[in-house]
């Protein structure tokens, strides 16, 4: 067909939920594992909320032999009876027809967290198939689905007791749509499902994994709701003071809860939710929270002398150094924006927010002035601080182009000023770095070298860490300035790739190097400008010939081939990059062509944070426990 035969028969309709399968990341984000484990959360939602409503304290997930999830909740079960609208019973509706749902104003729910009624269908059309249950009026209801098409209409399949009432949907996610995994980690879903358990008090959520060979159960259920949720964030910590600030209260129809406490670190962990939904970007309960609690301090400060009438104010960031904050409202008609809920936009949660925390934390204040005394000196510290670490950072900021001179010594720079074009390897020691210069491209890779580990920034603030000469190459190469300064528009380099050697100090170095850039750059993980280079573990060589393999699997694949054809080989284990010479080192991990490189990415923001504070921070009993719980995982230990 000619390209230009654009007619109306190229005008594609998509019918039912077709449109869903046809472009899944739409609805979903992607069809990763992320996009695999989001069908559990969008079920799981819907029990939530049920919760929410008062209807169910109960929530069964299990992770089936078949990779398929079970999901059971003992709410009042979806509507069986038939949806004058469409004439078909309303549990065929909510889980084969877009938008379709009880939270739209109806009356079914006061609050939720699924609003646009995509999401039990949206499951549906990504599932091999999908088997739902409901036990309602003293019946049991069934219907099955295949790729979101009815296979018969709903029937009744037993009877039940007449008070018991709730809704089971099994489901196999999709093969065809899944094509990167359709197998579900259980430590994803653990973190996701205590998260949820937290923001709803009182709820029983619990996770089940009948996999065989890692059969395994958690039960989530925390009556403190999210003050167990700061307690649980701070574990890897030493907190300032015992208790847990908390906050409640409803004004204007927002319901508003609001628990926090300060550590002795220097990081801000503050996490908001909207209907139980993470609000990843924050949004109008973000700011009235941070309002209030600038205002609040300011305003205690100075009447109770802490800090002079003459003295500068208190910033947001000062007094929020070393703050684990959870915001939960719980709104009727929230404005989110995008289906994907990143951001609360309605500005009634922000006077809300602001108006319950600034008037029950000045009150809590007035009642503890010890716990008062603590927060205020910190945040004095931490504005000394502060204002330390711009000193320090100006001498980091990026130079203009006469000014070049100033780029770290032992950079070995490119020669093209487009950053797109551009990529530069942070590299382990100078024996790899001087290896890895005589490699690369010299016109699009850069080479910066850096001599021994770098300063773990999780257990020193950033003045300490800008004392550092290996972080103050790293940030003057980079051209994005720190912290307020960072503009994300000056970085010099597309890609920024640590290259460090396959052991167990190359690990140690490279997640220094990570969490460096966690804390103090993270918007160039959020942009995708962060690479780990992966070069080989193992040289294979028989004669002339010369094979490469990056994992135990390909090794094996590898060697069994040779052994099929009677070749006998020599194995080479490369410990370090310096073991390669320069050609090899640009076949195997620098050029463009042949090389792999893996993007560094945050999928879950919480999960990451904790993962930080446990392996990087002071506290080493969170540390030995998660050693204990994760060491059966362990790989290629270098030993």
């Not at 749902?101 to 999401?119: A, E, P, Q, R």
């Not at 000023?417 to 016109?443: F, L, M, Q």
Request: glycine letters at 8%; one cysteine or more; proline letters at 3%.
């Amino acid at each position: 067909m000619s390209e230009n035969n654009y007619g109306g028969d190229q005008i594609q309709i998509l019918k039912g939920l077709e449109a869903v399968r046809k472009r899944p990341g739409m609805y979903i984000g992607s069809t990763s594992s992320r996009g695999l484990h989001h069908l559990v959360y969008e079920i799981v939602d819907n029990a939530v909320d049920e919760a929410l409503a008062g209807y169910c304290n109960t929530i069964e997930v299990t992770i089936n032999q078949d990779n398929s999830i079970t999901v059971i909740d003992n709410g009042r079960g979806v509507p069986v009876d038939v949806n004058h609208e469409t004439g078909k019973p309303a549990v065929e509706v909510v889980y084969t027809m877009l938008h379709a749902g009880g939270k739209f104003g109806g009356g079914g729910y006061k609050v939720s967290g699924g609003l646009h009624g995509v999401g039990a269908s949206v499951v549906n059309a990504l599932s091999e198939w999908m088997e739902v249950y409901v036990k309602r009026d003293g019946h049991i209801y069934n219907q099955r689905y295949e790729r979101g098409n009815v296979c018969y209409p709903l029937k009744i399949v037993g009877d039940c007791p007449l008070e018991e009432t709730g809704t089971k949907v099994t489901f196999l996610p999709d093969k065809e749509i899944f094509q990167e995994t359709t197998v579900y980690e259980y430590n994803i879903l653990k973190s996701r499902l205590r998260e949820m358990a937290f923001l709803t008090k009182g709820i029983k959520i619990v996770l089940k994994d009948a996999r065989e060979g890692i059969e395994q159960e958690r039960v989530f259920h925390y009556e403190g709701g999210i003050k167990e949720f700061v307690e649980y964030l701070n574990k890897s910590k030493d907190a300032l003071y015992d208790k847990i600030i908390y906050c409640e209260g409803l004004k204007d129809g927002v319901q508003v809860e609001v628990a926090f406490q300060h550590n002795d670190g220097y990081n801000e962990v503050v996490d908001s939710f909207v209907n139980n939904i993470k609000t990843p970007e924050g949004g109008t309960h973000l700011t009235g929270f941070k309002n209030a609690l600038t205002k609040t301090f300011n305003d205690y400060a100075k009447k109770n002398k802490l800090i002079k009438d003459s003295e500068q104010s208190l910033s947001g960031d000062d007094i929020r150094e070393g703050l684990t904050a959870i915001v939960s409202v719980k709104i009727e008609d929230p404005q989110f924006e995008g289906q994907t809920k990143q951001k609360l936009g309605n500005t009634v949660a922000r006077s809300a927010v602001d108006s319950i925390v600034s008037e029950q934390l000045e009150i809590f204040l007035e009642q503890n002035p010890a716990v008062a005394k603590v927060i205020c000196e910190k945040s004095i510290l931490a504005q000394r601080a502060r204002e330390a670490a711009r000193k320090a950072r100006d001498l980091t900021r990026r130079k203009t182009a006469l000014e070049n001179t100033s780029l770290p010594g032992k950079l070995a720079d490119c020669s093209d000023r487009d950053p797109k074009n551009c990529e530069i390897y942070i590299v382990e020691g100078d024996s790899a770095g001087g290896s890895a210069k005589t490699a690369r491209s010299r016109a699009t890779q850069a080479i910066l070298p850096l001599r021994g580990k770098i300063l773990n920034v999780e257990k020193a603030g950033l003045h300490k860490a800008l004392e550092n000469n290996e972080v103050r190459a790293m940030i003057t190469a980079f051209g994005t300035g720190i912290g307020d300064n960072f503009n994300i528009e000056k970085l010099r380099y597309g890609k920024i790739i640590l290259m460090t050697d396959a052991d167990v100090d190359g690990a140690h170095i490279r997640t220094l190097l990570l969490t460096f850039i966690y804390r103090y750059m993270i918007e160039l993980i959020y942009n995708g400008n962060v690479f780990i280079a992966q070069p080989p573990l193992y040289k294979i060589s028989y004669g002339k010939q010369i094979k490469y393999a990056y994992s135990d699997r390909e090794l094996k694949e590898i060697t069994e081939a040779f052994e099929g054809e009677d070749k006998k080989y020599t194995l080479q284990r490369y410990k370090g990059l310096g073991e390669m010479n320069a050609s090899q080192l640009w076949e195997t991990t620098m050029n463009p062509e042949t090389r792999t490189l893996i993007r560094v990415t945050i999928e879950d923001l919480a999960r990451a944070e904790r993962r930080v504070n446990v392996l990087m921070g002071d506290k080493v009993e969170p540390r030995r426990e998660f050693i204990e719980e994760n060491a059966k995982y362990v790989q290629n230990l270098d030993i």
